[in-house]
């Protein structure tokens, strides 16, 4: 291969740059023509490429975000607008392509290769909701930022003697609550996988209140239900002053942690390595440490494994 495109589409996550990063250096250490391309699949139809050198690349790895930006471009469904950014693609000679984003780009990078486009996908979602793979880049920096605000929370929860309930993101994967509960001692974890039982929540909540605890948290994912109403309920059945926060998209952000950078960096060699090879269709994971591509078509059919051993853990805490 002579020539590779790199884009990051859907949600943005920390650590993508350091994979834009790994994925530019790689090819440039290899002879291969580099070409960013912003905005996702619709810079690829709308030919926004910019043909990086050493110095395209500097200075972020330590940086949130993605530089070459995400959008979400859904008439990439429509294989007549493929065909057009195909031919954007073979105006300046690229001939494969790396794809940063969740399971949706995925399916984009799938289609390309089945048209003749060599795609490797990259698991770039803080959410960690991509089956076969431990983890995905961006879950470790958006775990760190929820542990930062259950930290500060704790301070006034314990203060004020309250409960408190903390909506995260995760709406298909409760990874992101369970392992933030689980480092911050949250009372309660509720996810989509655990299940939601509200009078359990208020059973649970009054037995720790009647015990020496005068504080409470409870981390609960997104989608499950309204947390500030939920907060009246709980403190009308249980006498603790409660109140509901939101974390929203500020864990979206901030400087990749180390983890991030690493995993991002090892997989964007790995994805240069697979189209140099001539492969496409795959899916960049960690399996066990290891870095391994696999079938982008085989992991988007499996049903992402929840990890059985720390879900039992959250319940032997309850
Ligand atoms: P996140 O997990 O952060 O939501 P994602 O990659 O799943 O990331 P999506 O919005 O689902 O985010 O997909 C990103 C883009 O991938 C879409 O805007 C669209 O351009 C493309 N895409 C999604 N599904 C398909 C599909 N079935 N065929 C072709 N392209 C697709």
Redesign the pocket.
Known sequence: VKCIGVLT???D?PGMNAAIRAVTRTCLNKGIKIYGVRL???GLHDGEFIEFDSHSTRNIINIGGTFLKS???????DPEV?KEAIKQMQKVGMEALVVI????????AL?LTEMGINCIGIPG???N?IPDTDFTIGFDTALNTIVDALDKLRDTSSSHQRCTILEVMGRRCGDLAVHAGLADGAEMIITSETGFNEEEVIETLKRSKATDKKHALVVITEHITDVHQLAKRVEEATGFETRANVLGHMQRGGRPSAKDRVLATRMGIKAVELLEEGKGGLCISEVKGEIVGLPIQEVLGHKREVDKGIYEDVLKLR
Request: net charge positive.
């Open positions: 589409s859907g949600g996550a996702g699949y619709k959008a979400r471009f859904p008439e990439f469904k493929r984003g969740g399971d949706g780009s995925y399916n984009g289609k979602t803080i959410d909701d």
